[in-house]
């Protein structure tokens, strides 16, 4: 490396990126952004999947889908009498 010390150059680092799960979960309990930490597309993933949400989130998106399977449900049985 040494003959090479010329030719390298250090680059700082402008933008720092230390995303982790962690963090992730911890802005996802606070009910803040994750938006601009990491792509849209796995933003969309973690929302769609229930990813990184706390337990109230996921009960909560539990309780829905089973008011919805339920009020469907009702309305089917009062279609069909």
């Given at each position: 490396?040494?003959?090479?010390?010329?030719?390298?150059?250090?680059?700082?680092?402008?933008?720092?990126?230390?995303?982790?799960?962690?963090?992730?979960?911890?802005?996802?309990?606070?009910?803040?952004?994750?938006?601009?930490?990491?792509?849209?597309?796995?933003?969309?993933?973690?929302?769609?999947?229930?990813?990184?949400?706390?337990?109230?989130e996921k009960s909560k998106a539990a309780?829905?889908?089973?008011?919805?399977?339920?009020?469907?449900a009702s309305s089917s049985a009062v279609?069909?009498?």
């Amino acid at each position: 490396m040494q003959e090479w010390k010329d030719n390298i150059r250090v680059i700082p680092q402008l933008i720092q990126n230390d995303v982790s799960s962690t963090k992730i979960r911890l802005f996802r309990k606070r009910g803040k952004s994750i938006r601009y930490y990491i792509p849209d597309k796995v933003v969309d993933y973690i929302y769609e999947h229930g990813l990184y949400a706390s337990d109230d989130e996921k009960s909560k998106a539990a309780d829905k889908g089973k008011t919805k399977v339920s009020d469907n449900a009702s309305s089917s049985a009062v279609a069909s009498s």
